[in-house]
């Protein structure tokens, strides 16, 4: 059977993932990583799927980076074993932390507080072994850590460095990054995100403590890092898929995005200009990361069933199971005649937001005459 | 133990319900109606809980609305017998209607063209049955549905009546009462459903054909309509949770609100007023619903591990894992010390969304001194 045919069989709303695409982003991240010498460590919080890890870490134990613990334990299951929890860790989850590495996975944390250290220290003694952690630096202003000048640094780390083993080094995240729109300013964030985290590095270094592991990324930095001079490694997690947010930084084209969601049309309103699909925010997300950014996809890019983009058609609207789609603002396109029952694939404003919705990816092999697979998502914490 | 020992033995983020405030929700709704003489239809997309839905449906078997055939094939399985799946039917989802329906569930479909009417006589004609169908009128150009005066009303009315049973009456939404602030503009927006659907059962009945369903609906037109002559069900839904975009526009208060977040603090950017939590977009959902009312609410209200609000702080910026607490702005409160620890709960935006994005209630129960228990929630279509 076709690909059209299948995906004209599967029910609607479903997530769909070109795994010709996908493969395609990887390499191009993975390249780039091997060419600037630098260890990828990508996060797998927008994947969320064993199948897609095993393409995402070439089939390898690791390393990764988790944004929750949940995952870490579904993917140490799977055989990864060297991963990175990069949320700030709360005190009670060490509990969970210990349990991991008591089992043989090497699980690292995430702290910028000495509340965090002494959790850590005191984690570690009861354990009888040491609980790894990264200190967070804020290089951007956008979210948590600490300034990489802050002597709070140093206090942090001499209390971590109580326990040979707990302190593993510095990590930062360029968020910020996700707004500077072409490869210029997203490599002056990813000098930013380098020069924070090599300096926080070399103040930890200058007070005789260790700091082996200086990690820093995002997608966005990533794809445009210059120089990585005393970086370790590099994180990113987006790249796999891609987005519209990404593609409106112009980090990807839409072209490179590898995840829609199928949907059917299941009503008009042609005097407004509406096309309604059963695709609304519990299939979209509510995501609209594009907003702000010079062109608003709105709730997402539509396209034919066979993925090819319709011109200036977005979806404007989403209720819980209805989209509404319509020519983009300020443009005048004939709405095209998509009758009731017609197929289309939306694009995502926000990758790992749209795939959270979903229970599965249905997967469209890279070899031509494969059957659609279902690869299993998780979720929850 | 205590229930702020239990919740603080809980992982976060999880979704705490409050049975008590659910149930004087449920009862509220349910005396309105009964004084007005009106049955209700509640609608189970925001609980998407067998559990929940015992109480909401009073244990009985219906009636009852629903958002996606998931929903009705899991409601029928636990014994809810009238059913209607109030969106838009494509003509694709019809072999599953015929397969509940062949197994005992009255369920009824909605439509606004004669493609669907077509399919729904297609369908009965080939399953030896017939499918009753709604058709959906629009009362405020919110999104689908046929102005009550459009002639195709009476087209598709002739075609669902070539099968006794497929005509079944009207229906209606005013999603743009969820815009309306006060008791007077939501019962103004409640006539309106009401003028709407009892116009367009009289065009059908004045053609000679059947209408036995007036259906209209929404919480806040349900909270305030004054008289409902001509209709024959009220659907809603929110109702049983309320949230803060409900709150918001007067239909509750915010002490009315029976979910909230639990969440820990993971943080803190002193300098520029943040706490960090670990509860981000995908526990609380992106939905930002108040974005547009009078007082922005962000992501949520923050409340402490009792559910006690304090005062004006709420969540102003969530990631994939993270939230950020803040002040609401134009206001100098001073941020509480919260350490590193801390558990809050974060009152939803809105209860659907922030619901979907978990997959169980941890329910306490309004018996004082029971201990918190676990309803599952399902999701997907």
Redesign the interface.
């Known amino acids: 059977m076709s690909i059209t045919n299948q995906l004209n069989a599967l029910?609607?709303?479903?997530l769909v993932l070109d795994e010709g695409r996908m493969l395609a982003n990887i390499a191009r991240l993975r390249d780039r990583m091997t060419a600037l010498g630098v260890t990828l460590r990508p996060h797998l919080?927008t994947v969320k799927s064993i199948d897609a890890s095993r393409r995402v870490l070439a089939g390898g134990t690791g390393p990764a980076t988790v944004?929750?613990l949940r995952e870490a334990e579904v993917f140490f299951e799977a055989g990864v074993r060297d991963i990175l929890y990069a949320?700030?860790?709360?005190?009670?989850?060490l509990r969970q932390v210990v349990a991991l590495r008591a089992a043989g996975c090497d699980l690292a944390v995430l702290l910028?507080?000495l509340?965090?250290a002494e959790?850590v220290i005191a984690a570690s003694r009861d354990a009888g072994f040491p609980m790894p952690a990264l200190i967070e630096i804020?290089c951007d202003?956008h979210?948590?850590g600490l300034n990489p000048n802050d002597p709070q640094l140093i206090a942090i780390g001499a209390c971590l460095d109580q326990i040979p083993g707990c302190l593993k080094g510095v990590l930062t995240h360029a968020?910020e990054s996700y707004g500077a729109v072409g490869q210029i300013a997203q490599a002056a964030f990813a000098e930013q995100e380098r020069s924070a985290a090599v300096q926080a590095a070399a103040m930890l270094r200058g007070a005789g403590l260790s700091c082996s592991v200086v990690s820093v990324g995002s997608t966005p930095t990533a794809h445009a890092a210059r120089n990585l001079d005393g970086v370790t490694e590099v994180r990113a997690g987006v790249y796999v898929f891609f987005d519209l947010v990404m593609a409106g930084i112009g980090v990807c084209s839409t072209d490179d995005i590898a995840l829609s969601v199928l949907t059917?049309?299941?009503?008009?309103?042609r005097s407004?200009g509406w096309i309604?699909i059963?695709a609304g925010?519990?299939?979209l997300?509510?995501?609209?990361g594009t907003a702000r950014q010079t062109v608003n996809q709105g709730y997402g890019i539509v396209c034919d069933i066979d993925g090819r983009i319709l011109p200036d058609l977005i979806v404007t609207a989403t209720?819980?199971?209805?989209g509404?789609i319509a020519v983009r603002q300020g443009f005048s396109a004939a709405l095209p005649d998509l009758?009731?029952?017609t197929r289309l694939r939306i694009l995502p404003i926000h990758a790992?937001?749209t795939a959270?919705q979903?229970?599965a990816y249905n997967v469209i092999s890279e070899v031509a005459g494969q059957p659609i697979v279902l690869w299993p998502r998780f979720?929850?914490?």
């Open positions: 029910p609607t709303p479903s919080k944004s929750t949320v700030g860790i709360a005190p009670q989850k910028d507080t509340e965090q959790a804020d202003g979210r948590s968020g059917t049309v299941i009503g008009h309103q407004r309604l059963d925010w519990m299939a997300s509510r995501d609209h209720n819980q199971e209805h509404v009758p009731v029952g790992c937001a959270s979903f229970d979720r929850g914490w």
